[in-house]
């Protein structure tokens, strides 16, 4: 694992890379059912979140976006992982909850802006479970 890069949820998880343009809020902007991005302000309206390596550079919304998370996570239609220039709290606990309740685990990654830009140009993302980041 590099140096530029922190776990916050292990795990191992590998998928089609979807870079998000601006943060997404679970709550209000995410379909937990579908896995589709629902928020009509976002620029990626429409797209899904199933099985994908998702980056988003920084979380947004309300407490209740960690159970959200947690539901579309249970099932099958959240993100494979996701991959964030900042940790957000709210995000870690879906995920963890998710692990924890279910026991599917989507790992969590922090990693520095060069690798933030060179994995959303990525088409595929693999994590393996020491955390290791390959694109």
Do not use: K
């Not at 909850?97 to 140009?121: C, K, M, N, R």
């Amino acid at each position: 694992m590099s140096e530029a890069q922190r776990v916050l949820v292990a795990g191992e998880a590998s998928g089609l890379v979807l870079a998000l343009g601006e943060p997404l809020s679970f709550w209000g902007g995410f379909e937990s059912e579908t896995g589709t991005i629902i928020d009509q302000a976002h620029p990626q309206v429409g797209e899904s979140l199933a099985g994908r390596v998702v980056t988003m550079a920084v979380g947004r919304g309300s407490s209740s976006a960690s159970t959200v998370l947690a539901e579309a996570i249970r099932l099958g239609t959240g993100p494979a992982a996701l991959i964030m220039r900042e940790p957000d709290e709210i995000v870690n606990l879906g995920a963890i909850v998710a692990d924890e309740l279910y026991g599917i685990t989507v790992p969590i990654l922090i990693v520095d802006e060069p690798t933030f830009i060179a994995i959303a140009a990525a088409e595929r993302a693999t994590i393996s479970p020491s955390g290791t980041l390959t694109f």
